[in-house]
């Protein structure tokens, strides 16, 4: 019994000393090479830019001092997660395939989309370089120093994206514009899909006269040009990183709401709804914990594309001078600014422009991954 229990020792050893070892012992080539990466990619940033780690450690700066607790935050949860897994693993080493459940047949059939896999790691790595931009970036994005000599400089080993008018590095500025356009289309998403689940939720529950006066609500709603009040209100109102955030995100639930009230019709109809009401189950208890969750898969994919649109939303509206106004760098504001110098500089609005379309069409594609793996009649024809 001793002797047996040394390789599954061995393995939750390797598996916690080196993320992804133990999954490759296992013969989980896959997970095993992905969190390799992840552990190396991360400590190979805290190795590399050490100095800038330890100032953002100390930093004043908000950003800095959140993208340094962030990179040892993901090294433990890297390390803890692949131990858990490995432990998981160990403990189920019989895997009984004949019984997946409709979550892990949907992660398979998106496994199988190459294109969507590559999207989702697309996006993530976004995600992490903008988490990690005060640490990346080799240079202050806002700094201006010596314009004269430096003014645009062509791509090189010191500057990989070259530099603007003012002698800025853009690549640092595109690693900070990264954070700002990111997190404000993920953030306004969260709000867009929380008021428009609620919202379509209760009105396809209760449905009659209250479905009636809440859709003819999202109607007059939906009858505004959406962009058209962004502009309005961005017009009148300072734009700053948050505002942007709430406008975006109040203008853009009325969709999400359609999705939800559509797909609740659709469930309260069947037995389990039915049941639940039957035993005195309060309504708010039957939405949040029977309807919602059942009805969330088109809401998946609907946030996927929303993201990407958000993105774009910003980054047009900071291309007009309207949204994130510089020297804060975003990709929108940084695409505006090399307009005039496509001629002399081409880099400076082909690098952030390049970002944004990559960002863009990874969303796209991650919905389109997403929407086949999620489809019911798939996931049913699986258990037929």
């Known amino acids: 019994m001793e002797n ?13 000393l080196l993320p992804g070892v133990g999954h490759l012992l296992l013969g989980q080539r896959r997970r095993g090479t992905h969190l390799l990466l992840l552990a190396v990619g991360l400590v190979l940033v805290l190795v590399l830019r050490w100095d800038a780690f330890v100032d953002a450690l100390s930093s004043p700066r908000l950003a800095a001092w959140l993208s340094a607790r962030f990179l040892l935050t993901a090294l433990a949860a890297t390390v803890s997660f692949s131990l858990y897994d490995v432990r998981r693993s160990l403990a189920s080493h019989e895997h009984d395939h004949s019984g997946r459940s409709p979550f892990q047949v949907a992660r398979r059939r998106f ?28 240079f202050d994005p806002v700094a201006i120093e010596n314009p004269t000599e430096t003014q645009y400089l062509a791509p090189s080993w010191q500057h990989l994206f070259g530099t603007d008018e003012f002698g800025r590095d853009l690549f640092s500025r ?25 919202y379509g939720a209760v009105a396809g529950f209760f ?12 109607d007059v709603v939906i009858a505004f040009p959406v962009f058209f009040l962004m502009l309005m209100l961005v017009g009148i109102f300072e734009a700053n990183v948050v505002f942007l955030i709430v406008i975006l995100g109040l203008t853009s639930w009325t969709g999400t709401a359609r999705f939800i009230r559509g797909e609740v019709l ?11 009401s039957a035993i005195g ?13 059942n009805a969330m898969a088109p809401v998946l994919v609907s946030a996927a594309l929303m993201v990407g649109g958000m993105v774009a939303a910003e980054a047009g509206l900071s ?39 990559i960002t863009i069409l990874a969303f796209n594609l991650l919905a389109d991954g997403l929407r086949d793996a999620l489809d019911p009649k798939t996931l049913m024809r699986k258990f037929v």
Request: no cysteine; aromatic share 8%; hydrophobic share 55%.
């Open 4 to 16: 047996s229990d040394r390789p599954n020792r061995a393995l939750l050893l390797a598996g916690s």
């Open 111 to 138: 496994a199988e989309n190459q294109l969507a896999v590559i999207a989702l790691y697309v996006i993530l790595l976004m995600y992490l370089i903008a988490a990690l931009a005060p640490i990346l970036a080799p």
């Open 174 to 198: 595109a690693l900070y514009g990264a954070s700002v356009s990111l997190s404000i289309g993920l953030l306004a998403v969260l709000i867009a899909i929380t008021i428009g689940t609620a």
């Open 207 to 218: 449905g009659g006269l209250i479905d009636n006066v809440l859709m003819r609500v999202v």
């Open 266 to 276: 659709s469930i309260k109809q069947r037995e389990f709804i039915e049941g639940a």
């Open 281 to 293: 189950l309060p309504s708010r208890l039957i939405i949040l914990r029977h309807i919602i969750p």
């Open 319 to 357: 291309f007009l001078g309207i949204g994130i106004r510089p020297p804060t760098p975003s990709w929108g504001n940084m695409i505006s600014q090399g307009q005039d110098a496509l001629l002399v500089a081409w880099w400076v609005a082909f690098f952030p422009g390049t970002l944004l379309a």
